[in-house]
């Protein structure tokens, strides 16, 4: 069971019926009430979500500069 602080109790308690959410900036979070008095309780985890889309391999390697007017250059 994971521990959090409730606010109204003003102590560390477990935190019944746990829910992991992820946030809208995507890091988790646990959501759920205090055993004593109720109140909702949020923990935010540490990291970040794992991301569901890889990154395209093309945007990983960068496309080569255009040559400069003016510059002698081989024909």
Known sequence: MPE??????????????AVEEVMKNGRKAIKGKCPTCGVVMFKILGGKAAVTAAPAASASAPA????????????
């Open 4 to 17: 959090g602080y409730c606010v109204k109790c003003k102590a560390k308690k477990e935190i019944v019926e």
């Open 64 to 75: 080569p500069a255009p040559a400069a007017k003016g510059v002698n250059q081989p024909s």
